[in-house]
């Protein structure tokens, strides 16, 4: 079976100073991880992925995730955060033989405050 | 291009009735997935279709059902509904059915907020 540990409910953060969202994993094979985001009352928005190949993924607005395989990790980073980065965000993961099936963290709360 | 789109946006029912949710993927994506996201609390997987079958299902009861049309379209069918049914449903579409490759993504519509009372 695959899991997600977000273990931060929410994150507070200074506007402009670098942000950090953890994520471990579980999962049997190769792991495939991604980061969405939602806004109050929208869908999840896609940020990045780690398929294969660099351990430092980059994504949109910014955002970036390292992969380190033998902490089974997987932490969303910014360097330099906006207020308009506010939002709920979700790592998950997808083994390699799950067809579509997404298994989602609980979902860490991040608060950029001016 | 237009994105997933999902109807209705929000619907009440009452315990015991039966409600039908409805998708529209990405124009040229051939997998819908549907979840469902209770408050407070990450998404979670309930059926994939490809190609109009069943390719993956979640740990839900019988009482949910999809199905996917000829035009890729997708319904999410819950019968005999119950107060913890509660809960945001969200429909993603990808282009194919990832398999071994990892590197479809998936990408969400808006939800349907379904509130039974």
């Known amino acids: 079976a695959q899991s997600v540990a977000q273990p931060e409910d929410q994150v507070n953060v200074a506007e402009g100073n670098p942000l950090t969202v953890k994520c471990t994993y579980s999962?049997?094979?190769?792991?495939?991880l991604f980061w969405y985001v939602q806004y109050p009352n929208r869908g999840l928005q896609f940020l990045l992925k780690?398929?294969?190949?660099?351990?430092l993924v980059k994504g949109s607005y910014g955002f970036e995730a390292e992969f380190n395989k033998s902490q089974t990790s997987f932490h969303l980073k910014k360097p330099s955060a906006l207020v308009s980065d506010s939002a709920l965000y979700f790592c998950?993961?997808?083994?390699?033989?799950?067809?579509?099936?997404?298994?989602f963290g609980g979902g860490t709360r991040l608060m950029v405050k001016p | 291009d237009a994105g997933v789109t999902q109807s209705p946006t929000h619907l009440i029912k009452t315990r015991g009735q039966h409600v039908t949710l409805r998708c529209s993927p990405i124009?040229?994506?051939?997998?819908v997935s549907w979840y469902q996201q209770v408050l407070g609390q990450g998404p979670q997987f309930i059926f994939q279709?490809?190609?109009?079958?069943?390719?993956g299902r979640g740990n839900f009861p019988d009482r949910f059902s999809a199905r996917q049309f000829p035009n890729y379209s997708s319904e999410l069918n819950v019968n005999a509904l119950l107060l913890g049914d509660s809960a945001l449903y969200l429909c993603?579409?990808?282009?194919?059915?990832?398999?071994?490759?990892?590197?479809?993504?998936?990408?969400f519509g808006p939800g349907t907020r379904l509130t039974v009372l």
């Open positions: 993603a579409s990808s282009f194919g059915l990832a398999g071994g490759s990892g590197t479809d993504t998936q990408y």
């Open positions: 999962v049997s094979g190769n792991p495939y």
């Open positions: 780690y398929i294969t190949g660099d351990n």
């Open positions: 998950a993961v997808r083994a390699y033989n799950a067809g579509n099936m997404l298994t």
């Open positions: 124009s040229g994506h051939k997998s």
């Open positions: 279709y490809y190609e109009k079958e069943e390719r």
